[in-house]
């Protein structure tokens, strides 16, 4: 059974950094997408990066280019997310999921949500001013 477990939320300062951690398990492939997502209450869940298993390129959105950054251990098949400058807005449950998208949609960006089938149960996020 194919399986995702995020870890490394937590209540940080503005400016603050952490590492989110995905780690998955029963996979028969080693090259699929992860992205992640985050949701904040009231509001839409939101793409926010994405990385292919196979070749390590990876993809990450405009609105937190320049301070996420998306990496792997393929040793531990494990993904991570560094956020680092976090802002109060940055407040949300942040998920991790699987998709079996080509790495050419995975690294550009093509995808929503509903391209991704195999999620994680979130871990929260919550920065302070």
């Known amino acids: 059974q194919v399986q995702l477990a995020e870890s490394g939320g937590g209540s940080v300062q503005a400016g603050g950094s952490l590492r989110l951690s995905c780690v998955a398990s029963?996979?028969?492939?080693?090259?699929?997408?992860v992205g992640w997502f985050r949701q904040a209450p009231g509001k839409e869940r939101e793409g926010i990066a994405s990385?292919?298993?196979?070749?390590?390129?990876?993809y990450v959105h405009a609105s937190v280019k320049g301070r996420f950054t998306i990496s792997q251990d393929d040793a531990e098949d494990t993904r991570y997310l560094q956020m680092d400058g976090l802002k109060p807005e940055d407040t949300a449950m942040y998920y991790c999921?699987?998709?079996?998208?080509?790495?050419?949609?995975?690294?550009?960006?093509?995808?929503?949500?509903?391209?991704?089938?195999?999620w994680g149960q979130g871990t929260q996020v919550t920065v302070s001013s």
């Open positions: 029963g996979y028969s492939s080693n090259n699929y997408c």
């Open positions: 999921a699987a998709s079996s998208i080509p790495w050419t949609s995975c690294t550009r960006g093509q995808w929503t949500a509903d391209n991704f089938r195999t």
């Open positions: 990385i292919y298993t196979g070749n390590s390129m990876s």
